[in-house]
Structures are given as C-alpha cells and as structure tokens.
C-alpha cells in the first residue's frame, strides 16, 4: 500500500511555471508505475503523465508534450510533474496516482492509489 500526497499547486499568470510534487510513503515506490492526471469542474479527469516505475519510460500527450515533463527520484520517494508555459485551460486540481506492476496507463481506472490533489489556477 501506498500514500500519496501532491503539492506544488498554487495561483500563477499565464506562462508561468509551476513543478508539482508527490510524495509517497512506504519502502515500495520502486514497485509503483505512476501517472498524473488534472481534473477541471464538469470535465473528466484527464491523463496528464506517465512514468514506468523504473522512471526509464514516460510519456506526456501530444497536447501537452513541449510544456509538460515528469520525472521521479525513487529515492526519495517522489514524482514531478513540470509545467511550463502554463495556459488558463491547465488550470484544474491535479493528481497523482500509483499502479502496481511496470507501465503507466492512460485510464485513471488502472490505478490504485490516488492522493487528494493540489489546486492550480492561471489567470489570464
């Protein structure tokens, strides 16, 4: 069993930049694949990341790769999430969450853990 717990969130201008954070507990983060997601008011949560649980592989949406970047340190025990050039419409409560096994996925019913999300707004 994992916790996770986001920070990083908080109000910024439009082409700003902002890394989220997620820290989880325990001695098997290196057993967890991990995958961020953003859910905004009356839309779906949407997949953001992914990164194998060695951290070799990632991937990011086309829709979001050249802003978006994520990374771990299974050392410590965390996952990144790296915006850049941040836009009105990434503004949304962000998510982590952790998979048993290797691989990402895309579905946010692949995962098992999620933490509680940390708020990001951009304004205009």
């Known amino acids: 069993q994992v916790h996770l717990v986001e920070s990083g969130g908080g109000l910024v201008q439009a082409g700003d930049s902002l890394r989220l954070s997620c820290a989880a507990s325990g001695r098997t983060f290196n057993t967890y694949a991990m995958g961020w997601f953003r859910q905004a008011p009356g839309k779906e949560r949407e997949f953001v990341g992914g990164?194998?649980?060695?951290?070799?592989?990632?991937y990011i949406p086309d829709t979001l790769k050249g802003r978006f970047t994520i990374s771990r340190d299974n050392a410590k025990n965390v996952v990144y999430l790296q915006m850049n050039s941040l836009k009105p419409e990434d503004a949304a409560v962000y998510y982590c969450a952790a998979r048993s096994g290797t691989n990402y996925r895309l579905s946010p019913r692949e995962y098992d853990y999620w933490g509680e999300g940390t708020q990001v707004t951009v304004s205009s």
């Open positions: 990164i194998r649980r060695s951290g070799g592989n990632t």
